[in-house]
Each structure stands twice: as C-alpha cells, then as structure tokens.
C-alpha cells in the first residue's frame, strides 16, 4: 500500500494474522503516533528507552522498525486541517499494532475526542489497563504491593454510545412523549435523556477477552463488575451474559462463585480460575481494603473509566498507569494521561506511562524479555530515587531528572 505522507521504513516486515494468532516477524514494523502537548517529549523518551532493552535482550536478532503515523495536531498540520487522516486508519489496521501519545480534545465543542473516533473505527472494545505496584513508587496505601489488577472495559457501548437528546429538543420532546404515553416511564419535565445500550454481543467478547487473558497468564480470579442491583437489564444483563460465556466456552478453565461454596467447600479447585461478580461501589471500597482478592476486572464503559484512575492513583497516578485499545488482534497502546499542555516541550513530565504502554506491546507480541529489561531498570530507577518532578514532590530526598534524563538513567540500568 502506498501513502501520502506516511513512510513506511525500508526495512523490516509487518504484523501478519494466522490461524487467529499473531506472526511477528523478528524485524517488525510498529506504527507510533507522536501525540500532541507533551507527547513528543515521552514518546522522544520512551522510544529511546524501548530500542535500547530490545538491543539488549535480542543483541541485534530482534528489532523494531518504527513508522510514524500522524494524528491530532501534527497531522492538522500535514494533512491540511485532517486531525484524524484516513491513511493513518489505514496503516494502524495494516501494522496491526501500534502505540499513540496523548490527543488533543476540546471541552464543549470543535471536534469529536479523536480517541473516541479511533476505539470505534477500529471497533478497538477492550480497553485493558494493567495496574500495579513497583517497589518506591509514592502511594496512599498501607500495603500498595498488594495491588496487582488487569482492568478489561468495555469501550464501544454504554453511556459512551452518544445517544443523548438535549433537554428542550425536538427529539428529546419526540422520545420523551413516547416513554410516557408508550412505556409508561415517570421522570421530571424538560430532563435531557440518554441511551444506555448494553448487548450481549459486546458484553460476552468483552468478558471472553478478559477469561482469556486469565488463563493465558496464570491468572486465578476474574471479577465482573456491575451496577446490576438498579440497573437490571443493563448493568445486571452483562454480569449474566458474563457467567455465561465463563460456563459455556470455558467450562474446564473456570468456577464460578456460587459452585466454589455448592459444590467445593469454598476451596478452589487446582488450576481453575474463580469468575466472581461485585457490585460497582463496594469493588471501589475493595479495591483499597483488600486490593489483593482481584486480578483481573471486566466491566463496562463508565465503570471502567472510573476504575481504571482510581486503582491508578493508589499506586502512582495517570503519570505512571499504561494502558491498550484491543480489538481481536488490531491492538493500540497509549498514554492513559492527556496532553498537559502547560508542560509541553519543557522536557519535564514523567514517560512512565507511555513507556509501560510499549512494556504492554512487547508482551503483547511476545518479546517479555525486553519487557523485563524495563520493568527491573525502572524498579532500579526507584530505588535511586531518580525520578521526574511528579513523583520528586512526593519523595523525600528524590533527586528531580527531565523526561530525556530519566530515560538516560533507565538506559543506564537497562546496559548495566
Ligand atoms: P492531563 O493532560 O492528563 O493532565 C492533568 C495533570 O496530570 C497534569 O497537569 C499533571 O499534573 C498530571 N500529568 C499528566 N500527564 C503527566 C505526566 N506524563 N507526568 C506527570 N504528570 C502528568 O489532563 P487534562 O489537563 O485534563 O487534559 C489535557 C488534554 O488532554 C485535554 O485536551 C484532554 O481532552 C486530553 N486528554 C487526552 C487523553 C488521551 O489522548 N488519551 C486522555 C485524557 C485527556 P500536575 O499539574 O499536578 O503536575
């Protein structure tokens, strides 16, 4: 395929799909998108950081060829006002995997969040954010170590669908008619309405990520969450469209719950996964009581994102937390902050975020021995106290690096 502006590098071979798995080729050609604020000062960081533990593990046999792809404010600039071209759609679904900084989205108007565009484009449904705790790292917890969570979220329906009917509107009058004098629905004049579609075609290949993803990674619990004592046939409808896939397509992998204290006397029985169901607002107390009853978390869209920044904060914040849009294969891994764009271009913010991002997509194609290489440099990096302004004002005796410093300094320990 041939583009405009993208150039694909010379060398290395892409991603390809076979008998539903990924081939990665030892040369693989990964697509990034620079992001806006202060995406180019991480992603400048983070590539430095990911090439240098790819080098070290695989001594030259494996490396990535990087081809940049453009969106938000750099591409507006290439593309003639085009904040979201479609040949970077095009080449993210031809890559197959690639990783994004942070987009600009203007609050009440201009355009549509161009992260929002891209999860539906690529019907991207699972967004997987892993949280956990690595050893120095500022926390608010008694014992932060205890926190060790994969949230799996629903990104494609919910509240999120944007069906919603401005209060005083011709349609919000037109449905507001009808939910009275059809459905008999009682609610407070001129109130705006929303939709909340919750399918079980989007619910079970949701929860089928997140089982999976269990069993691939020796996982032993899978908790659904949801709000399904008030909102039944939404929020209570996924928690059973979610036991039902665990009982029908992995019936030899799991237990649930209620068969945990029916039939094995609350024991699990060796090498199953328990599928357990909580409910939004007690998970919110648990998960800071008792973080270490959960390991991997599937719910929905609204849920989700209020989840994934309050498991997030208790050990390190959005300048730390990684994260991935995941389709079947197509996968997208970003920064799960913003632009910060009073920071922008100062070489100042923490690259953590986006650079456990690309630790997510190594392991994602496989290559965990220079996931490792980051993961222990930076737990050495900690140790050092050595750290971006974030977390030096959360430290005593922290000695404060710039972003391009603190990937020197995880280099460092990556070559040591
Ligand atoms: P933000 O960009 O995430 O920044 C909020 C605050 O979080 C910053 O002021 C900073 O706190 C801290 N922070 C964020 N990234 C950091 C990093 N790498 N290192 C250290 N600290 C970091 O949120 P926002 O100001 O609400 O949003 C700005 C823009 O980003 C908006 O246009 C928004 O729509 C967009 N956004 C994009 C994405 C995305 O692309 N995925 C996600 C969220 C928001 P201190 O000031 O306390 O140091």
């Not at 404010?73 to 995997?97: C, H, N, Q, R």
């Not at 209060?167 to 004098?181: I, T």
């Amino acid at each position: 395929m041939t583009y405009q502006h993208i150039k694909l590098p010379e060398s290395g071979e892409k991603i390809t799909i076979k008998n539903d798995k990924l081939v990665v080729p030892k040369q693989p050609i990964l697509g990034f998108v620079e992001g806006d604020g202060i995406g180019p000062d991480i992603t400048a960081a983070s590539l430095r950081v990911w090439d240098a533990a790819i080098e070290k593990a695989y001594s030259g046999k494996r490396k990535v060829h990087w081809c940049e792809l453009y969106m938000g404010e750099k591409a507006a600039g290439i593309y003639a006002g085009d904040y979201f071209p479609a040949e970077t759609l095009d080449a993210m679904k031809a890559l197959i995997v690639s990783i994004k900084g942070p987009l600009t989205t203007p609050i009440g108007g201009g355009f549509r969040s161009l992260n929002v565009s891209l999860r539906q484009k690529m019907d991207l449904y699972a967004c997987v954010r892993p949280v956990r705790y690595y050893s120095g790292v500022p926390s608010p917890l008694k014992k932060p170590e205890e926190v060790d969570v994969i949230i799996f979220r629903e990104n494609t329906e919910d509240v999120y669908a944007g069906i919603e009917y401005e209060s005083g509107s011709d349609a919000n009058k037109k449905l507001a008619k009808f939910l009275r004098e059809e459905m008999g629905a009682e609610f407070f004049e001129d109130a705006g309405l929303g939709v909340k579609p919750i399918s079980p075609f989007a619910s079970k290949r949701l929860v089928r990520k997140a089982i999976q993803y269990a069993i691939d990674n020796n996982k032993t619990d899978v908790t659904l969450v949801h709000k399904g004592n008030i909102m039944k046939f939404t929020e209570g409808a996924f928690r059973n469209w979610g036991y039902e896939v665990a009982k029908e397509e992995f019936r030899d992998h799991i237990v649930t719950e209620q068969e945990l204290w029916d039939e094995h006397n609350g024991t699990i029985p060796e090498g199953k996964i328990l599928v357990k169901d909580r409910i939004a607002d007690i998970i919110f107390q648990l998960l800071q009581l008792r973080p270490a009853e959960f390991e991997v978390l599937a719910t929905m869209n609204l849920n989700g994102d209020y989840l994934s920044d309050a498991v997030a904060a208790e050990v390190g914040g959005v300048g730390i937390a990684p994260g991935a849009n995941i389709a079947d294969h197509i996968a997208v891994f970003e920064a799960t902050h913003g632009t910060a764009p009073k920071y922008a271009n100062q070489n100042k913010v923490n690259p953590s975020s986006l650079m456990f991002s690309g630790v997510m997509m190594l392991e994602y194609i496989g290559w965990n021995q220079a996931a490792d290489l980051i993961t222990e440099a930076f737990i050495s990096v900690m140790a050092d106290k050595t750290v971006t302004y974030d977390f030096a004002r959360l430290l005593e005796g922290a000695t404060t690096l710039s972003t391009s410093n603190f990937a020197d300094a995880l280099i460092g320990k990556i070559n040591g």
